[in-house]
């Protein structure tokens, strides 16, 4: 954190997940679209780990965020005792899914109206993807100058 920018930190249990392709439905004859209920419930762990952690952090729509979240996987079962060794030290990091971008989104989109108005308000993201002995995924979000 720079000179005293405001931020929020805040860490959500579990396995890291990555926000699923929009579902279609057909109803009436018409399609309709709609999220899945994996990403629904993940978005919504999201939110209540934020306001928990976070008690009443809130960015103003002026404000232009930095996001930075890092996602830690279980390391697998199989994993050779040398390769879980390389996994934990983060010289070997997951190349599976979730993508970045999806896990970007499934945080980003469950912190809209919580932390700040709209993910619009971010103009600037990391995503890394580690490994870890109990999986959970780490989140910063840094006020980095006012949206234009």
């Known amino acids: 954190m720079q000179g ?9 249990p579990g396995e890291p997940c990555g926000k699923d392709r ?5 109803v009436a004859g018409h399609a309709m679209m709609y999220t899945s209920q994996k990403t629904r ?3 919504s762990v999201v939110r209540t780990e934020y306001a928990r952690q976070c008690l009443g952090i809130f960015f103003e729509k002026e404000e232009a965020l930095r996001v930075e979240i890092r996602a830690y996987k279980t390391v697998p079962k199989s994993a050779s005792r040398k390769k879980a060794e390389g996994m934990l030290a983060g010289i070997i990091r997951p190349g599976k899914r979730p993508d970045a971008d999806n896990l970007a989104k499934a945080i980003l989109d469950g912190l809209n109206g ?16 580690l490994y870890a002995d109990k999986p959970f995924v780490s989140v910063e979000i840094t006020a980095c100058g006012v949206n234009g």
């Open 114 to 129: 919580v932390a700040y108005h709209d993910d619009s308000q971010v103009v600037e993201a990391v995503v890394r993807k």
């Open 41 to 43: 419930t993940y978005e």
């Open 4 to 12: 005293g920018a405001k931020a929020a930190r805040f860490t959500v």
């Open 22 to 26: 929009p579902r279609a439905a057909l």
